[in-house]
């Protein structure tokens, strides 16, 4: 019983975690962790390899938000009301998306 608890609450921490994360690519964090266990990245090398990747979400980042914002100074203000309808529409589907590939407790 005691076990099955603390799978629930493992589980429920996963889920609660993973869904306060926002939608796209995952964090710098767990992508340098993949290349550096694939890839076997040196002492050295490391710390470049954060850097490049912390600087390409910055850039990616900002040219989301400048299309955002460059897409809604040519629509009428019912049109930027449904395109922010459908961004958030997009952004549920990631976090539905994001739920499924979360592992389950076992019962």
Do not use: N, Y
């Not at 694939?38 to 938000?65: D, W």
């Amino acid at each position: 019983m005691r076990r099955r608890k603390t799978l629930l609450t493992i589980s429920f921490l996963a889920c609660t975690a993973a869904l306060a994360r926002p939608p796209g690519p995952p964090p710098v964090e767990e992508r340098l962790k993949r290349l550096e266990e694939r890839l076997q990245l040196t002492p050295e090398q490391k710390p470049k390899v954060e850097a490049i990747l912390k600087e390409q979400r910055e850039k990616i980042q900002a040219v989301r938000e400048e299309t955002r914002s460059r897409l809604k100074s040519v629509l009428t203000p019912e049109q930027a009301e449904k395109f922010e309808d459908l961004h958030r529409e997009k952004r549920e589907r990631w976090r539905r998306r994001l739920h499924q590939r979360l592992p389950r407790a076992e019962p």
